[in-house]
């Protein structure tokens, strides 16, 4: 289906019911951020915080993300937008099942055909797999982008990852050094 606005996507988004997530969910997390940036980022499903307060990455990995995000001049209430591959928590935090992914993915196709983003980052190896290719590896081919049709593609540590291997954050951060060279040299106004 087209919608012709992101409130529009929005409200049919909150009443999903189209897997079976809807069942145990306390509210659909849709995304947060400008719905004009140029640059989103996609993690893989809400976690317990963030299915209480309806927003992704409100936890102690959103606050780490929200960090990286500030030392490169990125800021979710202003520049860029926040998703997730699924929009309700899976049950005790396990992975998005293939087809609870599969069913939800057209919600974030929808939100990326209004928001138009020149770079889509993917946080942590759902997000990769499912965006990037199905083979990504996010220890060996993380920061590295990836032009798929009009975007480009990066994939970077999840951030609950990085607080449970803190040794994998000088990377991480290098990554998000990356993307904001990257924002320079195509020259998006941030
Ligand atoms: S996870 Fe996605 S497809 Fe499943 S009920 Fe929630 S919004 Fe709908």
Redesign the pocket.
């Known amino acids: 289906m087209k919608y012709e606005s992101f409130d529009e996507l929005k409200r049919a988004?909150l009443i999903?019911?189209?897997?079976?997530?809807?069942k145990t969910?306390t509210q659909?997390v849709f995304g947060v951020g400008n719905e004009n940036a140029d640059i989103l980022f996609v993690g893989e499903?809400p976690g317990e915080t963030e299915d209480l307060q309806g927003e992704p990455f409100v936890g102690r990995a959103g606050q780490l993300l929200d960090k990286y995000l500030q030392v490169i001049g990125l800021d979710r209430k202003k520049n860029i937008y926040i998703a997730n591959i699924?929009?309700?928590r899976p049950p005790q935090n396990r992975d998005?099942q293939a087809e609870?992914q599969e069913?939800?993915i057209?919600?974030l196709r929808a939100q990326t055909r209004l928001i138009r983003p020149k770079i889509i980052v993917c946080l942590g190896r759902i997000a990769a797999q499912k965006l990037i290719a199905e083979d990504f590896r996010v220890t060996k081919q993380h920061g590295e982008f990836i032009q798929k049709g009009n975007i480009l593609f990066m994939g970077t540590f999840h951030p609950a990852a990085l607080l449970r291997n803190p040794l994998n954050k000088p990377d991480a951060l290098s990554d998000f050094q990356a993307l904001r060279e990257k924002i320079k040299e195509l020259n998006i106004q941030i």
Request: aromatic share 4%.
């Open positions: 988004c999903c019911e189209k897997c079976s997530l809807c969910r659909v499903g699924v929009k309700c998005p609870e069913l939800c057209d919600w």
